[in-house]
T-cell receptor, first 111, second 114 residues
Framework: DQQVKQNSPSLSVQEGRISILNCDYTNSMFDYFLWYKKYPAEGPTFLIS?????DKNEDGRFTVFLNKSAKHLSLHIVPSQPGDSAVYFCAASAWSEKLVFGKGTKLTVNP | DAGVIQSPRHEVTEMGQEVTLRCKPISGHNSLFWYRQTMMRGLELLIY????????DSGMPEDRFSAKMPNASFSTLKIQPSEPRDSAVYFC????????????FGDGTRLSIL
């Protein structure tokens, strides 16, 4: 039973446009959410996080939105750059250090 | 600053052999995590430690897997005996202790069991 779902295995966008990556979760106890970026042959790199007491967190070109009623979060990248091409993982935890990961979305940003 | 360091980066061995994966966490981080990534199951937590003490090993697949953390700067994940279905990428991560702390990952060990 997958508690964190990333339903789009891949996404392709043009350089300069917005990339929107989506993530749904089923466990209402999740209180902390993170996004990681992963390049081939490297480990996941922490990008941005959000606590359940907030609905938005912004860091430069990256913004994460949390909709608790819909159990949905999204990552917006504006503007998208070719270097953003990677696999993006959504993760969540429920009042603990244990993270549950989605299966990832492969983002391709075309020049 | 050095990140999480894992060794070896690649390991190819025959079924039945013992495999030992190694991890050095970021200095000052008190929590250490071992993950396994496969195509079928994605990234799964195997076990994690706080202050060198195993806290949750519910993700360890079976008794063939064991993990130790003898001190704050070193951990091992051992598989004995290894089987082809253990082939995966194994990641180690570390963080400051407490919930709401991002975990920082090493570059993983790609394990192939023939």
């Amino acid at each position: 039973d997958q508690q964190v779902k990333q339903n789009s295995p891949s996404l392709s966008v043009q350089e300069g446009r917005i990339s929107i990556l989506n993530c749904d979760y089923t466990n209402s106890m999740f209180d902390y959410f993170l996004w990681y970026k992963k390049y081939p042959a490297e480990g996941p790199t922490f990008l941005i996080s959000i606590s359940s007491i907030k609905d938005k967190n912004e860091d430069g070109r990256f913004t994460v939105f949390l909709n608790k009623s819909a159990k949905h979060l999204s990552l917006h990248i504006v503007p998208s750059q070719p270097g953003d091409s990677a696999v993006y993982f959504c993760a969540a935890s429920a009042w603990s250090e244990k993270l549950v990961f989605g299966k990832g979305t492969k983002l391709t940003v075309n020049p | 600053d050095a990140g999480v360091i894992q060794s070896p980066r690649h390991e190819v061995t025959e079924m039945g052999q013992e495999v030992t994966l190694r991890c050095k966490p970021i200095s000052g981080h008190n929590s250490l995590f071992w993950y396994r990534q496969t195509m079928m199951r994605g990234l799964e937590l195997l076990i994690y430690f706080n202050n060198n003490v195993p806290i949750d090993d519910s993700g360890m697949p079976e008794d063939r897997f064991s993990a130790k953390m003898p001190n704050a700067s070193f951990s091992t994940l051992k598989i004995q005996p290894s089987e082809p279905r253990d082939s995966a990428v194994y990641f180690c991560a570390s963080s400051l202790t407490g919930s709401n702390q991002p975990q920082h990952f090493g570059d993983g060990t790609r394990l192939s069991i023939l």
